[in-house]
RNA sequence: GGACGAGUGGCGGAACUGGCAGACGCAUACGGCUUAGGACCGUAUGGCUUUUAGCCGUGAGAGUUCGAAUCUCUCCUCGUCCACCA
C-alpha cells in the first residue's frame, strides 16, 4: 500500500483525473453510419449567467451525467451535448450598466460555467458545443423563421404590450414582475404596438393530440392540454339597433343564450368608438385611457370589482328580440375570442358580478336539474351545465342543458345567425422584442412595394412556392405587402456594434439608431427599404438547439438529414417545472414545422420528458441572496470533493422532489466515500478468498437493485443499496478482489473520480473504469436459498417461518410448518380456520 | 377561482403490482478505541403497556378487502403552475 493511500483525499485525486481525462478522453460519440445503438441525453442548456454555475444547475447535471455514464458503460453509443442559451436581457442589462459587449460578457461567462462543469466530472460532448449567439448558430434560428414567414406562420400585428412609463421601454412578458418594470419598479402599463408573431395556433390540435405519442410525465401532458385550452362553441351574431353592423361573440354556453342580456367589448377594440354614441364618447375616451393606464395587475386582479361604461348603442338578440345595451369594460381580454362578450348574468360569474353593479337585467333560463330545481339568482349565478336543466327558453325548455347546446348551435348555423367555433386558450406567439442582444429578425420593408400592395408571395420566388398555410386565405397576402424576407444567401443578418444598447425613447430596438445598418435595398424593387430591428425572444434560440448538436458545424443546413435520422427524436429530455407549458410547447411547435417542411425527421422532438426538482436552502426556503442561504457548489467541492457533492445531491431525496439542503447529509455522504475508500484499499492486497454465498447473493441483488434504480432515475434508493452493501462488506475478515472491483464499478457514475483512482492505482486495473462493461447480476443468485414466509392470523403478523426455496410454492408444506411456529399456535388455540390465503414465495394468512 | 401534485419517526426519506411500515442517511443515547476528539468502530432508537409478548400507529373520517401508507368517497392542510379565456 502507498503512503498516499492511507486517506481518502478528493483534493489530490480530483484534479489530477479530470487533467488525464482531458488529456485521454473517455468517451468515444460516434455518428453514422457507425456507431450501433444510439442514446440521445438531453439537459436543457443554461443561461450562462455572470453569477457561475449554482447548485441546481449541478443538481440535473448530475442526474444526467449519472444515467448517461451508465448507458455508455451499457455499451451504447451516447450523445450527450452541452451548450449555452446566451442571448438575454441579464447580459443586455449588464452592457448597459458597463458598456462591456454583450459577446464579450458571454464568452468570459461560459468559459466560467465549463470549467464548474468539468471539475464537476460532467463528461459532455465538447465537441458538439453550440452557443445561440453565435452567427453559425442564429444563422439557422433566423433561416427557421423565414421558413415561417414563406409558409404563412409569421406575420406582423397590432398586439398589446407591457410598457414601462419611467424607462420608456416595451416591456417583454419576463420584464413584468409583479405587474411592475424589472429594472425601475414603475408600474407598467399597456400599449399597442405592431409586433411579429409566430401562429402556433394553427398546431394547438396537433400539439395537445400528439401528447399521445410521447412519454412525459401526466402532469406535464396535463398542463399542455390545459395551456392549449380548446374550447368548442358557436360565435354569435347580434346586429347593432339602428346600424348596418352585426358583431359577433364567442359562446361556449349558447344554451343560455335566452337569458343574454346586455353585451360587453373590451376597451381596446377597434370598433369601440363606432358603437359609441356621440352623447357618450366622452366618458367611453376617458374610461379607455383609465384602462390604458392600469397595469396588468390592477386589471386581472382577482376579485377586483368590474368597472365599465356605457355606449349608448343596443344589440339585438334575435332570438328574444331584446335590445341588449353595449358597455365596454376592461375585464374583456382582447384576444380571447372575439373580444367581445354577451352578458349572460344568471349563469356566468363575471357577468353576475358586472350586472349586479350596474344594475343590468338577470334572466335565469337554467336550473339545477335536482334538488326541484330551485337556485337563489339573487344570491349567486348558476353555472353547472352537467346536471341542469333549461326552461324560460322557448324550443329548448325541458332539455338538459348539454342536449341544448347542441340543439341551439344547430338551430344558429341554419339560421345563419352563428357559427360553430373552436376557440384556445392558447395564443399565437409573440416573437419580437425591442432589445439588442437577440437574434435579428431577418426581414425587410419596402413602403414602396406596400404601396403597390406586392408582397413576398407576388415575387418569381414566391409565385413558385407552396406554402403550408395559404396567405391568401389567412389575409396574409395583403396584411404582409411590402415585406420580404432576407435572401437566404444572405444569412445570418449579424447584429451590428452599436453605442448605445438600450432601447430607444420610442420604444424601438437600439438597432433601429444605426442608419447603416437599418437602410438596405428592397430585394424586390430595389428602392429604399428598412431592416426590421426588432430581435427575436430568449425562446427562439432554444426552441432547435437539440437539432444543431447532432450537427454543429454544417453549414449547408440545419443539420445533416442523414445524422438527423439516426439521432432523433432526443431519448430522454431532462429539465425544470418552469418550462413546462412555453419552451416545451415552442420547441414542440417548431420541431413539428420543420417536420412539415421536411426539414426534420419525427412528428416529436422528445420521445421522453422528466422534470426535476428543487432544492431549498437549509432553512427551507427558496435559495436566494436576500435569504442569505444560498449554497455554491464550488464551496462544498473545496471542502469535500466533487464525489461527495455527487453523491449528496443524488442521496438527498427522488430526482424530482423539492428538498431541503442539509449540511450534515452531506457530511454523511463524506463519510460513507471514506468507508469505501479504507475497505477497498484494506482488502485491495488479498489473493484469495473461499466461496460465500451470502455474500454473492447480496452482491447480485445490489447490481440488480442499482441497475434497475439508475434507469428509472432513482438514485437515492440506489446509493442506499451500495450503503447496505458496504455495511455487510464490512463485516468480512476478508473479500476476494471481485467484489471490490463489482463496488467500484457500481460506484463509477456516482462517484466518477474516486472510482478511477481506486480502479487505477489501488486495484491496479488498466485505465479506466468508465470504459468497462457495467456489471451484470445472476438472476438465480439473486434469489437466494432461504426465503422467508410471512406468517398472518387475520391479517395480522404473528410471525414467521424460513424454507428452503423449492419448498416455498406448495402451500400444505408451509401450511404445517406455519402452525408449528409457537406464536402462531397460540394464536389459532381454540379457533376454526375459516379460509386460507396463500401468496406462494411470500405469505400465508390462516383466516378465523 | 382552476389544473396538477403531496401529507409516513426528532429530520431527509424507503416500502416493486394491495402482503413484514419506517430501508438508507442524519440526529440522539450508551459503549469501545484514544493523551484528546466534533475522528473512527460497535449497539440501541415510532409511541404506549403488565416487555419470551401485546396494543396503537402512515393528515382526519368513512368504505372495499382475509389483508390498505398504497384502492374508493368526504373533508383538512401544504406545495407548484395558471388565472376575469366568455
Known amino acids: 500500500m502507498k503512503k498516499s493511500q492511507s486517506n481518502y483525499r478528493p483534493w489530490e485525486i480530483e484534479p489530477k483525473w479530470q487533467k488525464t481525462w482531458e488529456k485521454k478522453p473517455l468517451f468515444k460519440t460516434v455518428d453514422p453510419p457507425a456507431g ?68 464579450v460578457a458571454t464568452k468570459k461567462n461560459t468559459d466560467q460555467f465549463q470549467q464548474q462543469m468539468k471539475r464537476l466530472a460532467f463528461a459532455y460532448n465538447w465537441d458538439r458545443e453550440v452557443n445561440t449567439t453565435d452567427p453559425d448558430y442564429y444563422r439557422w434560428t433566423q433561416w427557421i423563421f423565414i421558413q415561417f414567414f414563406k409558409h404563412g406562420l409569421a406575420y406582423k400585428a397590432e398586439t398589446p404590450v407591457g410598457w414601462c412609463p419611467a424607462c420608456k421601454i416595451i416591456l417583454a412578458n419576463e420584464e413584468i414582475v409583479a405587474g411592475k418594470c424589472e429594472r425601475c419598479g414603475a408600474e407598467a402599463e399597456r ?99 383609465k384602462a390604458k393606464k392600469k397595469s396588468e395587475l390592477e386589471r386581472t386582479e382577482f376579485k377586483k370589482e368590474k368597472t365599465g361604461v356605457f355606449t349608448g348603442n343596443y344589440a339585438l338578440n334575435r332570438l328574444t328580440g331584446k335590445k341588449m345595451p353595449i358597455w365596454v369594460a376592461d375585464f374583456v381580454v382582447l384576444t380571447a375570442g372575439t373580444g367581445i362578450v354577451v352578458g349572460v348574468p344568471a349563469h356566468d360569474e363575471r357577468d353576475w358580478h358586472f350586472a349586479k353593479r350596474y344594475d343590468l337585467e338577470i334572466i335565469p333560463v337554467v336550473k339545477p336539474a335536482d334538488s326541484g330545481g330551485k337556485w337563489d339568482f339573487a344570491k349567486s349565478p348558476f353555472t353547472d351545465i352537467d346536471k341542469a336543466e333549461v326552461f324560460n327558453s322557448d324550443f329548448l325548455n325541458g332539455l338538459p342543458a348539454l342536449k341544448a347546446k347542441e340543439k341551439i348551435i344547430n338551430f344558429l348555423v341554419k339560421k345563419g345567425w352563428g357559427k360553430r367555433a373552436v376557440n384556445y386558450h392558447l395564443r ?209 467541492v473545496k471542502k469535500f470533493g466533487a464525489d461527495t457533492l455527487r453523491l449528496y445531491l443524488m442521496f438527498m431525496g427522488p430526482y424530482d422532489a423539492t428538498m431541503p439542503w442539509s449540511t450534515k447529509g452531506v457530511e454523511g455522504c463524506w463519510r460513507f466515500l471514506n468507508r469505501v475508500w479504507k475497505l477497498v484499499v484494506k482488502h485491495s492486497q488479498e489473493k484469495t478468498a473461499g466461496k460465500n454465498h451470502d455474500l454473492a447473493r447480496i452482491m447480485h441483488q445490489t447490481i440488480k437493485k442499482v441497475t434497475e434504480d439508475i434507469e428509472e432515475l432513482k438514485f437515492n434508493t440506489a446509493i442506499a443499496s451500495i450503503m447496505e452493501f458496504i455495511n455487510e462488506l464490512m463485516k468480512q475478515p476478508s473479500l476476494p478482489k471481485k467484489t471490490l472491483e463489482i463496488l467500484v464499478l457500481l460506484l463509477a457514475p456516482f462517484a466518477p473520480f474516486m472510482a478511477e483512482e481506486l480502479w487505477c492505482e489501488v486495484l491496479g486495473n488498466k485505465y479506466s473504469v468508465h470504459q468497462q462493461p457495467w456489471p451484470k447480476y445472476d438472476s438465480k443468485l439473486v434469489k437466494g436459498e432461504i426465503v422467508t414466509i410471512i406468517v398472518q392470523v387475520n391479517g395480522k403478523l404473528r410471525g414467521q417461518v424460513q424454507l428452503p426455496s423449492n419448498q416455498t410454492s406448495k402451500q400444505p408444506e408451509v401450511e404445517k410448518r406455519a402452525k408449528k411456529e409457537a406464536n402462531v399456535t397460540r394464536h389459532l388455540e381454540d379457533k376454526k380456520i375459516k379460509k386460507v390465503i396463500f401468496i406462494p414465495r411470500k405469505l400465508i394468512n390462516f383466516v378465523v
Open 36 to 103: 450501433g445503438k444510439k442514446y440521445y441525453a438531453l439537459v436543457e442548456f443554461p443561461y450562462p449567467s455572470g453569477e457561475g454555475l449554482h447548485i441546481g444547475h449541478a443538481f440535473t447535471m448530475t442526474i444526467q451525467d449519472i444515467f448517461t455514464r451508465k448507458k455508455r458503460m451499457e455499451g451504447l453509443n451516447v450523445l450527450n451535448p452541452m451548450g449555452w442559451d446566451a442571448f438575454g436581457l441579464p447580459t443586455e442589462n449588464y452592457a448597459i450598466k458597463t458598456g462591456i459587449h454583450p459577446a
Open 428 to 636: 399565437d406567439w409573440i416573437f419580437s422584442r425591442q432589445h439588442y442582444w437577440g437574434e435579428p429578425i431577418p426581414m425587410i420593408y419596402c413602403p414602396a412595394c406596400a404601396k403597390k400592395g406586392i408582397s413576398w408571395w407576388d415575387t418569381k420566388e414566391g409565385k413558385n412556392f407552396k406554402p403550408l398555410f395559404s396567405p391568401k386565405k389567412t389575409g396574409l397576402r395583403r396584411q404582409m405587402a411590402g415585406w420580404f424576407p432576407v435572401n437566404e444567401s444572405e444569412l445570418p443578418v449579424r447584429l451590428p456594434e452599436v453605442k448605445k444598447y438600450k432601447p430607444t425613447d420610442t420604444g424601438e430596438s437600439p438597432l433601429a439608431n444605426i442608419r447603416e445598418w437599418v437602410e438596405v435595398a428592397c430585394p424586390e424593387c430595389a428602392s429604399g427599404a428598412r431592416r426590421e430591428t426588432d430581435t427575436m425572444p430568449n425562446w427562439a434560440g432554444s426552441s432547435w438547439y437539440f437539432l444543431r448538436y447532432i450537427d454543429p458545424k454544417n453549414n449547408q443546413a440545419l443539420a445533416d438529414p442523414k445524422k438527423l435520422k439516426y439521432w432523433m427524436p432526443v431519448d430522454l429530455y431532462l429539465g425544470g417545472a418552469e418550462h413546462t407549458t412555453l419552451h416545451l410547447l415552442y420547441s414542440r411547435f417548431w420541431h413539428k414545422f420543420l417536420n412539415d417542411i421536411k426539414a426534420v425527421p419525427g412528428k416529436e422532438p422528445y420521445a421522453a420528458r422528466r422534470q426535476h426538482g428543487v432544492i431549498l436552502g437549509e432553512d427551507g426556503f427558496r435559495m436566494s441572496k436576500s435569504h442569505g442561504n444560498v449554497i455554491a457548489p464550488e464551496k462544498v
Open 191 to 289: 400599449r399597442m404596438q405592431s409586433q411579429w408573431l409566430l401562429r402556433i395556433t394553427a398546431y394547438a390540435d396537433r400539439l395537445a393530440e400528439e401528447l399521445d405519442l410521447v412519454d412525459y410525465p401526466d402532469y406535464v401532458k396535463a398542463a399542455q392540454r390545459n395551456w392549449i385550452g380548446r374550447t368548442e362553441g358557436v360565435t354569435i351574431g347580434y346586429p347593432v339597433v339602428g346600424k348596418n353592423l352585426t358583431i359577433s361573440c364567442y359562446s361556449t354556453r349558447p344554451d343560455t343564450n335566452f337569458g343574454a342580456t346586455f353585451v360587453v367589448i373590451a376597451p381596446e377594440h377597434p370598433l369601440v368608438l363606432k358603437l359609441t354614441t356621440q352623447e357618450n364618447i366622452g366618458k367611453v375616451r376617458q374610461y379607455i385611457e
